[in-house]
């Protein structure tokens, strides 16, 4: 069991950057897998990036990869999102989710738990 708090959002011009963050007090975060999907208004939950419990390996989207970076600090018990060239289809509540011992799924099913998403906009 994990709970997972995220934290970073806000509002940003195109191409300005933006941190998430993935928090979790407990100690078996380290054995989860950690994705990140957006959500925009209306629309359905897609994944943007995931990486593995020991942070060796990254899954990024197509939309992700190149701009986006994940991360993690397993002695921390956080997980980071570093978001940079950020354009308008970026805009949605960013939720980032814990698959144990996952193997990086792009699928919502997948993922035991989730936290309560943070908002990010995207403005010209």
């Known amino acids: 069991q994990v709970t997972l708090v995220e934290s970073g959002g806000g509002s940003v011009q195109v191409g300005g950057s933006l941190r998430l963050s993935c928090a979790a007090p407990e100690r078996t975060f380290n054995s989860y897998t950690i994705g990140w999907f957006r959500q925009a208004p209306e629309k359905e939950r897609l994944f943007v990036a995931a990486?593995?419990?020991?942070?060796?390996?990254?899954n990024y989207s197509d939309s992700a990869k190149g701009r986006f970076t994940v991360s993690r600090d397993n002695a921390e018990k956080t997980a980071y999102l570093q978001m940079n060239n950020l354009e308008p289809e970026d805009t949605g509540v960013y939720y980032c989710a814990a698959d144990r011992w996952g193997e990086m799924t792009r699928k919502i099913a997948d993922y035991e738990h989730w936290g309560q998403g943070t908002q990010v906009t995207v403005f010209s």
């Open positions: 990486i593995t419990w020991g942070g060796g390996r990254t």
